[in-house]
C-alpha cells in the first residue's frame, strides 16, 4: 500500500516537474525516442522549407522560421501551438500536413522540434 | 479574345496526321508564305497595314533553304571547327551575332541554326535541346558582353548535366591584357566552376586537336558544358593541308565509343539485394536519359515488378502511364526499402528525396569518384546506365509482386484524388475571383494533352515558371522520352522559360532523336509573368523561323517570392504593376496573345491557339491573369503546393 502511495505521488511530482506540458500536450513531447522517430517525418515534411539543421538558411522560396531559435516564431512556441501549426498550417507559406501525418506522427515531430531548439525544452526521458 | 481577328474559324483538336500535313505544307510554302504569314500573325499590324509597315519575316529567311558548302582544304580556322563539328553530329546551333567566322562557317556546314535576341536565351535554347532529344546543341556569342549574357544560362545548363557546347569569339591573342578597342573579357576563368571543360585556343595549328578535347568530354561520362573561346588569330589561320594541323586524326582514333560495363560481382551483389527487398524501386534520372537506356529500364523493371521513379531535368523515359510507374505516386516512395539510382548525377543530401531512413540504397554511375557523394550508399557500381541495366535485365530472375503492384496503383489513385480536390479548389477561387487559379491552368492543359483528341505522347513541354510549375508539374505526364524539360531543374532559374520552349520547339519540328515521331508538332511552354521578363524577346524568334509553341503565362502582378516581403516599407519590391498585358507584347513581336482570366476562356483559347499553332507554325501567348494571393495557404489554400522528391514533381534534384 505503502508502495502503491509512494508511486501515485512520484507520478504527481513527475506531472508537477514537467510544467510546461499543457494538458492536452501528448507525453510524446518528453521522450528522447520519440523525437528520434520524429526526425524521420521532419526530414520527409519540413526539411524542404526549415532546412536539414531546422535553422532554414538554405530556403530560396521565403524566409521560414528558424526552428533553433524561439525569436521570430509568429504562431506561438508552445507544445500546442507547434502542433497546430504542424496540423493546420501558418501564416501564408506553410500548409497543413493534417492529411501527411497522423497526430502521434505530429507529436513526435514537435518532440524533434523541441530537441534542436534550447536546452531546457529538449525531451529528457529515455 | 481582345483585339484579335485571327481566330480560326474551324478551331479544333488537332491529330498527329494534321499536324504532319501542315507542317509539310508549311515547308512547302515557305518562301510563298512569308507575306501571308504576316498578315495572319499580327493582328494589329493587320490592322494599321494601311498607314504603318506590316511586321514579317526578313526576305533573306529564304536563303536558309540554300545548298550546303561543306568546306575542304584550303580551310580556315573556323571551318576546321566547323566540318569537324559535322563530322561529330553537332545537332544545332543557336547563337546571336558575333564569333563571325565560326557561326558563318557552322551554318556553312549545313548544321541547323538559328539566331535569337539574346545570348543567353541562345545558350538556354540550345540547353532545351538537349534535355530533350538527347544530342550535343550549341551556343554562341560574340566576346566580352555577348559571352557574359550567357553566365546565368551556362549556369543551368551545369547544374542539369547539359552536354552543351559553349562557343565565344574573343578578341586576339596579340592584344591579351591591353584593353585595345573594346570587350575584352577573361572567359576561362568566368566559367570556372560552371563547366566540364573550357579552352581558349591559342595555338591555331591545335584547333582540330582540341576540338578532339571539346567533343571528348561532351560524349564521354558524366556531361556538362564545355566553352572554347576563340582568338581572331585562331579562326582566321589558313590551313592548305592536314598536315598543317596537329593530330589530325580520324573521330575513331581520338575518341571511343566504349562504355563502363559493371563488373559481374556487382550486378550478382545487386541482383541479391534486390531479390531480398520487398519495394524496390528505381530513380532513373539523368544518365538514364543520356544513355538512352530506356529500354534496358524497362526491361529490368518488368521483369522483377521494381517500380520506377524519374528524376532530372528531362522527363519521360519511364512512361507515366506504366502500372510500375512512381513518378506520379509520391506516397509509394516512403515504403521502398531499396532503392537504385541509376544516372543520378545530380545527388539529393540526406532527406531531400522522401524515402524512408531504414531504405537501402544502390547508386549506379559512371563516375566512380561521386558514388557515396551526400548519401551513403549499400552498393556502388561504376558502369555507364545502359550497360548496368541491360546487365540487371540479364540476371534479374522473373518475379511478381502484386503487392508491391498495388500500393503503388493506390498511391497513383491518391495523388490523382489530391490534384482533383485542389483542381475542385481551384475552380471555387477561380468562380470566386474571377481570375485563373493554377490548378485549373494544370488541370485544363492535362486534359486536353491527355484526355481528349491528341495523342497522349504527341506534345512535348517546357515546363517552367515558380509557383505555376508547383501546380502544372502535378498535372503534367510525360509518356516517352523527352516528352517534358524540366526547365528550372536543379539551378532554379525561372528565367529561361521562354528560351527553354524555343529550343525544346526547335527540337520537335526538326524530328531530332526521341522526338522524331512527332516532328512538327507544336510544344507547350510554361512560365511566369517574373520568369517572362528575362527571355521574353524570344517571341520574335518563335515568329522569325515559325516554330510553333503555345505559351502559357500565369501573370500574378508579382515575384512568385512576394510572401517574403514581410515588412510594409518592402513589398513594393516584390510586386509589378498588376494586370500587365504580355498578350500585347506577343503581337508587337509578331506572335499571338491572348488574355484569359477565367476557366473557359482558358479553356477555348488553349484549343484555338493549339489549332492555330498546329496548322499556321504561328505561336500564341497566353496571358493568364491570377492574383498573388493564390499563392498564401491561409488564404487561399493549398497556396504553394508541396514539392516531393524524386517523381513529377522533382526539380531540386
Redesign the interface.
Same mark, same amino acid.
Given at each position: 500500500m505503502l508502495n502503491r502511495h509512494l508511486a501515485a505521488a512520484f507520478a504527481t511530482a513527475m506531472v508537477c516537474m514537467t510544467a510546461s506540458l499543457d494538458a492536452a500536450d501528448s507525453p510524446l513531447i518528453e521522450s528522447k525516442a520519440a523525437a528520434k522517430n520524429g526526425? %524521420?517525418t521532419?526530414?520527409?515534411l519540413c526539411?524542404?522549407c526549415h532546412g536539414?539543421d531546422g535553422k532554414a538558411h538554405e530556403n530560396? +522560396?521565403?524566409?521560414a522560421t528558424n526552428l533553433t531559435e524561439l525569436e521570430g516564431w509568429k504562431r506561438g512556441t508552445q507544445p500546442q501551438q507547434i502542433f497546430n501549426s504542424i496540423k493546420n498550417? %501558418?501564416? +501564408? +507559406?506553410?500548409? %497543413?500536413f493534417k492529411?501527411k501525418a497522423t497526430d502521434d506522427e505530429i507529436w513526435q515531430l514537435v518532440a524533434f522540434i523541441l530537441s534542436i531548439g534550447p536546452e531546457d525544452r529538449r525531451p529528457k526521458n529515455d | 479574345m481582345a483585339n484579335d481577328t485571327r481566330t480560326t474559324k474551324n478551331a479544333g483538336t488537332v491529330t498527329r496526321r494534321d499536324f504532319l500535313g501542315s507542317s509539310a505544307s508549311v515547308g512547302a510554302a515557305a518562301a510563298a508564305g512569308l507575306v501571308a504569314q504576316a498578315a495572319s500573325t499580327n493582328a494589329n499590324a493587320a490592322a494599321d497595314a494601311k498607314s504603318k509597315p506590316a511586321i514579317r519575316p526578313p526576305d533573306e529567311m529564304k536563303t536558309r533553304d540554300e545548298a550546303i558548302k561543306p568546306a575542304n582544304f584550303p580551310m580556315d580556322g573556323a571551318q576546321v571547327f566547323a566540318k569537324f563539328c559535322k563530322d561529330e553530329g553537332l545537332a544545332a546551333l543557336f547563337c546571336c551575332p558575333g564569333n563571325y567566322p565560326i557561326i558563318n562557317a557552322i551554318a556553312a556546314e549545313g548544321i541547323p541554326t538559328y539566331g535569337g535576341r539574346t545570348e543567353g536565351s541562345m545558350c538556354s535554347a540550345a540547353d532545351a535541346f538537349s534535355r530533350v532529344t538527347g544530342e550535343i546543341a550549341a551556343c554562341s556569342g560574340t566576346e566580352g558582353p555577348g559571352f557574359t549574357n550567357m553566365i546565368m544560362n551556362i549556369g543551368c545548363a551545369n547544374a542539369a548535366r547539359t552536354p552543351l557546347l559553349v562557343l565565344a569569339s574573343n578578341m586576339t591573342i596579340s592584344g591579351d591584357d591591353t584593353e585595345r578597342r573594346i570587350q575584352q573579357a577573361y572567359q576561362q576563368p568566368t566559367t570556372e566552376g560552371l563547366k566540364k571543360y573550357g579552352k581558349r585556343l591559342i595555338d591555331p595549328s591545335r584547333i582540330y586537336e582540341y576540338s578532339a578535347y571539346a567533343f571528348r568530354q561532351l560524349k564521354t561520362g558524366v556531361p556538362r558544358p564545355v566553352h572554347l573561346d576563340f582568338p581572331g588569330e585562331v579562326t582566321r589561320a589558313r590551313f592548305k593541308e592536314p598536315g598543317e594541323l596537329q593530330f589530325y586524326y580520324d573521330k575513331t582514333r581520338y575518341r571511343t565509343e566504349s562504355k563502363p560495363h559493371p563488373s559481374p560481382a556487382d550486378i550478382r551483389k545487386a541482383v541479391e539485394m534486390i531479390g531480398k527487398a520487398q519495394r524496390p524501386m528505381i530513380v532513373a534520372s539523368t544518365g538514364v536519359f543520356y544513355s538512352k537506356a530506356w529500354d534496358a529500364l524497362k526491361a529490368a523493371a518488368e521483369k522483377n515488378d521494381i517500380a520506377i521513379v524519374e528524376s532530372g531535368p528531362s522527363r519521360g523515359h519511364f512512361s507515366d502511364g506504366h502500372p510500375l510507374s512512381a513518378s506520379v505516386a509520391p506516397d509509394a516512395m516512403l515504403s521502398a526499402d531499396l532503392v537504385v539510382l541509376v544516372g543520378q548525377y545530380c545527388m539529393p543530401s540526406i532527406g531531400e528525396f522522401a524515402f524512408g531512413p531504414e531504405t537501402k540504397y544502390i547508386r549506379v554511375d559512371p563516375d566512380p569518384t561521386d558514388i557515396g557523394r551526400n548519401l551513403p550508399i549499400d552498393l556502388g557500381i561504376v558502369s555507364c546506365e545502359k550497360a548496368a541495366l541491360e546487365a540487371l535485365a540479364d540476371a534479374l530472375p522473373n518475379r511478381r509482386r502484386p503487392q508491391w503492384v498495388e500500393e503503388l496503383a493506390k498511391a497513383r489513385k491518391a495523388f490523382e484524388a489530391e490534384n482533383e480536390e485542389y483542381y475542385q479548389l481551384g475552380l471555387k477561387y477561380s468562380k470566386d475571383t474571377k481570375l485563373l487559379h493554377p490548378a485549373v491552368i494544370g488541370r485544363e492543359l492535362s486534359d486536353f494533352l491527355y484526355a481528349k483528341d491528341l495523342p497522349k505522347e504527341q506534345t512535348t513541354i517546357a515546363m517552367g515558371g515558380y509557383g505555376i510549375a508547383r501546380y502544372v508539374r502535378r498535372y503534367a505526364r510525360a509518356f516517352r522520352p523527352g516528352q517534358i524539360c524540366n526547365g528550372a531543374y536543379q539551378y532554379g532559374a525561372i528565367g529561361p522559360d521562354v528560351a527553354y520552349t524555343f529550343g525544346t520547339a526547335v527540337a520537335v519540328q526538326n524530328g531530332v532523336g526521341p522526338q522524331k515521331a512527332y516532328k512538327g508538332a507544336p510544344v507547350i511552354g510554361v512560365t511566369g509573368d517574373a520568369g517572362f521578363a528575362y527571355s521574353g524577346m524570344e517571341l520574335e524568334t518563335f515568329s522569325k523561323y515559325k516554330v510553333p509553341a503555345v505559351i502559357i503565362l500565369y501573370n500574378n502582378n508579382a515575384w512568385g517570392v512576394y510572401t517574403s516581403g514581410r515588412s510594409p516599407r518592402a513589398m513594393h519590391m516584390y510586386l509589378f504593376q498588376e494586370n500587365l498585358r504580355y498578350d500585347k507584347v506577343a503581337e508587337g513581336l509578331g506572335a499571338r496573345g491572348e488574355y484569359v482570366t477565367t476557366p473557359e476562356e482558358f479553356r477555348a483559347a488553349l484549343v484555338r491557339s493549339y489549332d492555330i499553332a498546329a496548322k499556321q507554325g504561328v505561336t500564341t501567348l497566353l496571358n493568364c491573369q491570377a492574383k498573388k494571393e493564390f499563392w498564401s495557404q491561409g488564404t487561399y489554400p493549398p497556396g504553394m503546393v508541396r514539392n516531393v522528391e524524386p517523381g513529377c514533381m522533382s526539380y531540386n534534384h
Open positions: 526526425k %524521420a521532419y526530414l520527409r526539411q524542404y536539414v530560396i +522560396d521565403f524566409q498550417g %501558418a501564416g +501564408d +507559406d506553410m500548409p %497543413a492529411t | -
